[in-house]
C-alpha cells in the first residue's frame, strides 16, 4: 500500500508539528480534535511555523499555501475513515487513548495503520484495544519537541506487528523528512530510555550540591556540546510530563534510576511545570528568553 492520506489524532503541540510536517512533505493530511477553538490553535502554532521557515528561505510563500492547502481539520472520527495512516498524539492516558482506538477500528478501512506518537505508555497495551487484524497494523511512531525541526522518528514495533507494515512505516518516516530508527515496545525506546535517567540524575546531583541550576546546564552545554542543559531541557519538555514518563518507566523497570526524586515530584505538586507555567528550574515570567534560575534547594 501507498500511503497517500495521513490522520492525525490530537492538535496539541506535538499533534500539530506532525500534521504540519505530514502537509509539508505533500500528504493530504485530517487532524482530528475535540472542539474547533483547539484546531484553530494547533493551526496558529502551525502558521507561525511555516512563516519562520518561509522568512528564511527554506520555503516559498508559494508552498507555504500549498502547505496549508494539503491540511484540514474535523472534529469527527469518521473523517478519518480513508485514511492511510493514522498517527495519535492525543493525551498520554492509557483508558483515553484505547477508547479512542478501539472507536477508530470501528470506523476505519481494514488497511488503516494505526500509529502513536506516545513518549512511554506501552504500545501493546493500546494495540489490545483494536481488532486481531489491526493489531498487524499497530506501530510506534515518536516524533521530538519541536517536531518541525527535530530530525528523528522512533519507529516502534510490537510483538504482533507485520514485518510488511512495519518497514512502510519506515519508509513513511523518511518521506517525512526524518531519520528513522527501530526500536521494539519496552518503555521509553530508545531516547527516553537514556534521557530521563540523565535528566532525574540531573536533578539529584542539584539535591546533593554538585552544583547550581546554571552551573549543571552550562556544564553539559558547553562539555558537550548539547543544544541545551539538562534543565533548560526540563521545563522545555515539561517537569509534569517528564515525572509521569519517569513514573511509567520506574513501574516497568522497578529501576532506581528510573525513580523520580522527591524534589521533581514537589515541583509538579506545586504546579511548577517549566515553560508552560511560567516556572520551573527556571523563572520565565519576567524575561522569557532570558529565564532566570528558581531557588529550590
Ligand atoms: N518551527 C520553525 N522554526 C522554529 C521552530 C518551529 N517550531 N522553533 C524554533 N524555530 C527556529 C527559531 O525561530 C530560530 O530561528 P533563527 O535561528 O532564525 O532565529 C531557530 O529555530 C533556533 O531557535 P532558537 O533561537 O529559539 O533556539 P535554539 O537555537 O536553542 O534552537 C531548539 C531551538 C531547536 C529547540 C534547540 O534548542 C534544541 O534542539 N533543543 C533540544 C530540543 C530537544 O531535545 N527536543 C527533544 C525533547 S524530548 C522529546 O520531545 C520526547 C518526549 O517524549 C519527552
Redesign the pocket.
Given at each position: 500500500m501507498t500511503i497517500k492520506k495521513v490522520g492525525v489524532l490530537g492538535c496539541g503541540l506535538m499533534g500539530s508539528?506532525i500534521a504540519q510536517v505530514a502537509a509539508s512533505a505533500g500528504f493530504e493530511t485530517v487532524v482530528r480534535e475535540v472542539s474547533d477553538d483547539l484546531i484553530q490553535r494547533g493551526f496558529a502554532g502551525v502558521e507561525?511555523?511555516l512563516a519562520?521557515?518561509a522568512e528564511?528561505g527554506a520555503i516559498t510563500g508559494e508552498q507555504q499555501q500549498e502547505i496549508h492547502g494539503r491540511l484540514s481539520g474535523t472534529t469527527t472520527f469518521e473523517a478519518l475513515a480513508d485514511c492511510d495512516i493514522i498517527i495519535e498524539a492525543i493525551i498520554e492516558n492509557l483508558e483515553e487513548k484505547r477508547k479512542t482506538y478501539a472507536e477508530l477500528d470501528r470506523i476505519c478501512k481494514p488497511e488503516t495503520i494505526f500509529a502513536s506518537n506516545t513518549?512511554?505508555i506501552s504500545i501493546t497495551e493500546m494495540m489490545t484495544a483494536t481488532s486481531p487484524e489491526r493489531q498487524k497494523r499497530f506501530i510506534g511512531m515518536?516524533?521530538?519537541?519541536?517536531?518541525?525541526?527535530?530530525k528523528l522518528v522512533e519507529v516502534i514495533r510490537t510483538i504482533l506487528t507485520d514485518e510488511t507494515i512495519y518497514e512502510e512505516a519506515i519508509e513513511f518516516g523518511k518521506q517525512l523528512g526524518k531519520t528513522t530508527v527501530r526500536t521494539s515496545d519496552k518503555t521509553g525506546f530508545i531516547?527516553?530510555r537514556l534521557?530521563v535517567p540523565y535528566m532525574l540524575d540531573a536533578i539529584r546531583a542539584l539535591e546533593e550540591g554538585v552544583g547550581s541550576i546554571t552551573d549543571i546546564d552550562t556544564a553539559m552545554k558547553l562539555g558537550l556540546g548539547y543544544?541545551?542543559g539538562p534543565f533548560t531541557?526540563g521545563d522545555?519538555?515539561g517537569l509534569d510530563?517528564?515525572y509521569y514518563?519517569a513514573e511509567i518507566m520506574f513501574n516497568e523497570f522497578r529501576e532506581k534510576r528510573f525513580a523520580p526524586p522527591p524534589l521533581l515530584k514537589r515541583m509538579v505538586l506545586a504546579g511548577l511545570y517549566g515553560r508552560k507555567s511560567g516556572r520551573g528550574f527556571y523563572d520565565y515570567s519576567t524575561d522569557p528568553k532570558n529565564p532566570t534560575p528558581m531557588n529550590l534547594v
Open positions: 508539528g507561525k511555523s519562520k521557515f528564511k513518549s512511554s515518536h516524533f521530538f519537541n519541536p517536531v518541525p525541526l527535530m531516547v527516553n534521557l543544544p541545551m531541557l522545555f519538555v510530563t517528564t514518563i
